[in-house]
């Protein structure tokens, strides 16, 4: 089975060439890399043009990652899809352990994800995050918890293409275009995310951006939720409101997201510490009236 490895670049010099690299060093041999250049201004294509013999380049004007992801995906050969981000490593045998737990399933209509290993800007691995396992669930609890938030950072996605033929392309409007991705395949088209229980990816973590992604990411968040669920009938909408609003009622905000957030934040400035948990206590209150609300 080929898999296509897509990577959306943008001004990212500095990291690029060791995504790269970790791309073309796969165990697994029946691969394609796309590197889709969305309008980058610095040495990313001089970067990319060095490798141009072993990977596909698309040049286009600036669109954003979505776009880019699109594009990627529009010219794929691979009955697999797996999206990895300019500044991330994949570990040797990424594909070769993912497509060995897809074998295990019925991997139809079907994105799979994994752990990670979390490392700084030097390439250090600073923390680890260890996912949920949510395989045993029913749709309708793992629905439950994707509306309160999403899992499984997009690196490690691989996805199967029929995911793509029935639910279509990322939403390039959408700013977490990820995260509305996660809730159209699996509320709207029954499609499944499923666990590896391996660490496939180097995810990069970038403390200065962090608190402020966190912030917009839970700005915009109830805005998707509320767009997917208004797109099912109305028995269905009642019946995911209430299970999320017990589901919210039972965990912190904090406490649904710990095991992504408690791992690094030793490693955060203590200024952007106290600003993430002031964060996490502040949108908890929101989510919380909000609810209260909906169901006066």
């Known amino acids: 089975m080929k898999v296509s490895i897509l990577i959306p670049v943008y001004n990212a010099e500095k990291y690029l060439e060791e995504c790269i690299v970790s791309a073309l060093n796969q165990t697994y041999p029946d691969i394609e890399i796309i590197a889709v250049n969305d309008g980058s201004t610095d040495g990313s294509i001089s970067i990319l ?10 040049n286009k004007t600036q669109g954003g990652v979505a776009s880019a992801r699109n594009a990627g995906i529009k010219i794929a050969t ?26 295990t399933i019925a991997f139809e209509d079907k994105i799979l ?18 996912e949920p396992n949510y395989n045993g669930l029913d749709d309708f609890d793992r629905n439950t918890i994707l509306l309160d938030h999403n899992i499984g950072i ?10 793509i033929e029935h639910c279509g392309l990322f939403d390039e409007i959408t700013e977490h275009d990820d995260y509305e991705y996660h809730l159209r395949a699996c509320l709207l088209h029954h499609c ?32 998707i939720v509320d767009t997917i669920l208004a797109k099912l009938d109305e028995d269905q909408q009642k019946k995911y409101r209430l299970a999320l609003q017990r589901l919210r009622a039972n965990r912190s905000v904090f406490e649904k997201t710990a095991h992504w957030i408690k791992p690094i934040l030793k490693y955060m400035p203590i200024k952007l510490e106290i600003r993430l948990r002031t964060i996490y206590l502040q949108i908890a209150e929101y989510k919380k009236s909000k609810h209260d609300r909906n169901f006066l």
């Open 78 to 103: 691979g009955e697999w899809i797996k999206l990895l981000d300019n500044d991330d490593v994949l570990y040797p045998n990424a594909i070769a352990e993912m497509l060995i737990s897809a074998g």
């Open 154 to 163: 997009p690196s490690t996605w691989l996805i199967h293409k029929s995911v």
């Open 49 to 58: 043009e060095k490798y141009s013999d072993q990977i596909r380049i698309v």
């Open 192 to 223: 499944q995310f499923h666990l590896v229980e391996k660490k496939t990816v180097k995810y990069r973590f970038h403390a200065q951006q962090f608190t402020w992604q966190v912030m917009r990411k839970f700005q915009n968040q109830d805005v």
């Open 113 to 130: 994800y994994s752990n990670v290993d979390y490392i700084d800007a030097s390439g250090k691995v600073i923390g680890h995050l260890i």
